[in-house]
């Protein structure tokens, strides 16, 4: 007894898992990584540009190639500097503006309504999802012609075109995400008994989130990629229009300070796309 007894008194004496764990002081608890993410990639962004920018200029100062093939950028910032005093040039930028902004809009109101509509009627999903992805590897800029005898030479003709190629990636993703949603989610808001509307937007958004994301991502890059690229078919104003015009009159100096143009638009775009992605999926990270 008395052996027993002094073991079990030294394995009392000994620090035990509870007791440690009782001491422990708390976790501090955890940072989020998204803003750090985020700051890092800017920040390599902004480094790549500028060595980019540095090794163009010193390859144009030091002869490497033409001036005729890429100018020095030194040279481009100038001219844009001039070009900005010009009424022509906010001109064709507000048209760009307002084309590409409608095109998001309309692209992703009616993607998003095409991958619910897929969703909620699967038959037409697996109708018409074959057609959406051939088409979607079809350039739309074909399809100009015909928009020009429709609609006429316009901004109308551009922003339809440059529409559809947003609304498909948007309603391929959405139908995606919300096909792929864990079926006990649905039965959950069965057993509670919510509203269509509630199950809907608490529910099956938010899991289908990442997906809507992605889907938003590229259609926003198509907006702009078929905007610029309309444009410089057959297009009488814009930025597309004024690169092309640019290109056949041999300047070369102007058409590049244009392109930064469309660079610096895209930049911008994409600065607003991951502000916007933070907010949709602030829920799933925390």
Same mark, same amino acid.
């Given at each position: ?7 079990? #008194? ?14 422990? !002081? ?18 390599? *962004?902004?480094? $790549? ?21 890429? !100018? ?9 500097? &001039? @070009?900005? *005093? ?26 998003? #309504? ?23 590897? &079809? ?6 012609? &015909?928009?020009?005898? $429709? ?7 551009? %922003?339809? $075109?440059?529409? %559809?190629?947003?609304?498909? !990636?948007?309603? @391929? ?10 079926? =006990? ?6 057993? $509670? ?9 608490? %529910?099956?958004? !938010? ?31 814009? @930025? ?12 070369? %100096? ?5 392109? =930064? =143009? =469309?660079?610096?638009?895209?930049? @911008? ?5 991951? #502000? ?11």
């Amino acid at each position: 007894m008395s052996v027993s007894t002094a073991q079990v #008194a030294a394995e009392d004496d000994l620090p035990g898992e509870s007791a440690s764990a009782h001491h422990a !002081p708390p976790e501090p608890p955890r940072r989020s990584r998204g803003w750090g993410t985020a700051g890092f990639s800017v920040g390599a *962004t902004l480094a $790549l540009i500028v060595a980019l920018t540095a090794f163009a200029e010193i390859g144009s100062r030091a002869g490497w190639w033409n001036d005729h093939v890429l !100018p020095a950028p030194s040279v481009i910032f100038t001219e844009l500097g &001039v @070009l900005m *005093t010009e009424r022509q040039f906010w001109i064709d930028a507000q048209r760009t503006g307002i084309e590409v902004a409608a095109s998001i809009v309309f692209g992703c109101l009616l993607g998003f #309504a095409a991958g619910l509509l897929f969703w909620k009627v699967p038959l037409l999903g697996r109708v018409f999802e074959p057609y959406l992805v051939s088409f979607y590897a &079809v350039p739309l800029v074909l399809f100009y012609p &015909v928009m020009i005898v $429709l609609v006429g030479i316009n901004a109308m003709s551009v %922003i339809i $075109l440059a529409t %559809i190629m947003a609304a498909i !990636p948007m309603a @391929l993703n959405t139908a995606v995400g919300l096909n792929q949603m864990p079926p =006990v989610y649905l039965k959950l808001a069965r057993s $509670l008994r919510t509203s269509p509307r509630q199950t809907l937007f608490a %529910i099956a958004i !938010p899991a289908a989130g990442p997906f809507i994301v992605a889907g938003l991502r590229l259609a926003v890059v198509y907006a702009l990629i078929g905007t610029i690229a309309m444009e410089f078919t057959t297009a009488q104003a814009g @930025l597309g229009y004024r690169i092309r015009y640019l290109y056949e009159i041999f300047d070369n %100096i102007g058409m590049f300070a244009y392109i =930064v =143009v =469309v660079l610096v638009l895209s930049c @911008l775009l994409t600065v607003a796309l991951a #502000a916007v992605e933070r907010v949709l999926l602030r829920g799933r990270n925390s």
